[in-house]
Nanobody
């Protein structure tokens, strides 16, 4: 049974930093691409970042240079380091496992999400 559990969300002031973690109970974790998506109120869930099995990374333009995705295959965990946070980064952040892609449909397993709120 696949389970993804996000943690690390919270309230932070603009310009601050947060690190999200996603602990995965998934056989063959190291062979999956792991992604982060986010969904703000009233908006579609959107791609944030993805890391492949070989540590290749891709970022949304809106977070490039501010966010960094990484993984620790020994711990079955993926991270999202978020810096220089802006109020528009406020959203529920979801971890997902799947293919090296920016499309939601290419990810078959999802976590329950963690709230990130950035105050101005």
């Amino acid at each position: 049974q696949v389970q993804l559990v996000e943690s690390g969300g919270g309230l932070v002031q603009a310009g601050g930093s947060l690190r999200l973690s996603c602990a995965a109970s998934i056989r063959g974790f190291s062979t999956y691409a792991m992604g982060w998506f986010r969904q703000a109120p009233g908006k579609e869930r959107e791609f944030v970042a993805v890391i492949g099995w070989n540590a290749v990374t891709t970022y949304a333009d809106s977070v490039k240079g501010r966010f960094a995705i990484s993984r620790d295959n020994a711990k079955n965990t993926v991270y999202l380091q978020m810096s220089s946070l802006k109020p528009e980064d406020t959203a529920v952040y979801y971890c997902a496992a799947g293919s090296l892609s920016t499309r939601r449909g290419d990810f078959g397993a999802w976590g329950q999400g963690t709230q990130v709120t950035v105050s101005s």
